[in-house]
């Protein structure tokens, strides 16, 4: 037969308890651990997504508007470029060896042509970080939130 529990015997002692609540904690901890870290993670993914479409579109921009074999010859775009892009051009040769720098001129029309003419341009185009509100460090690439490179056929 069994005997019943007196007061003193029945529920958890209060060590019982504090192991509980101390093992349970430890749990919750090694599951949220990794979870900050990928949201993390899916936030820095994000911005730099945004950067790259940014980069593509200001790309897109300037070989749209070179098309037009004027604005090529000349180096040139009807407007500042959005997203505060900044962008780099070489001249290439048709092998693609460099034979100097260009600057990009931000209006077209009265812009002087230099000759030769090359029949590669090499377009580099940098989103600073401002853009998405990111630092990207100390360095050669520092303040960039992405750089897209693309070669431009004289039309």
């Known amino acids: ?3 019943r529990p007196t007061e003193r015997e029945a529920g958890f002692t209060l060590l019982e308890v504090l192991v509980a609540i101390v093992l349970f904690a430890i749990v919750v ?3 949220l651990a990794p979870l900050t870290g990928l949201f993390g993670m899916s936030q820095r993914s994000s911005q730099q997504s945004k950067a790259t479409t940014a980069a593509q579109q200001v790309m897109e921009q300037i070989r749209g508007q070179w098309l037009v074999q004027a604005n090529y010859d000349q180096i040139c775009v009807s407007s500042a470029l959005p997203y505060s892009a900044t962008a780099t051009v070489l001249n290439e040769d048709i092998n693609g060896n460099s034979s100097g720098s260009a600057t990009m001129n931000f209006s077209c029309g009265s812009n002087a042509v230099i000759t ?8 580099t185009v940098n989103i600073p970080a401002s853009y998405t509100g990111t630092s990207t460090g100390t360095g050669s690439g520092a303040g960039v939130a992405a750089q897209l490179t693309v070669e431009v056929a004289r039309p």
């Open 1 to 3: 037969m069994r005997r």
């Open 29 to 31: 901890v090694a599951i």
């Open 116 to 123: 030769p003419i090359p029949p590669l341009r090499r377009i």
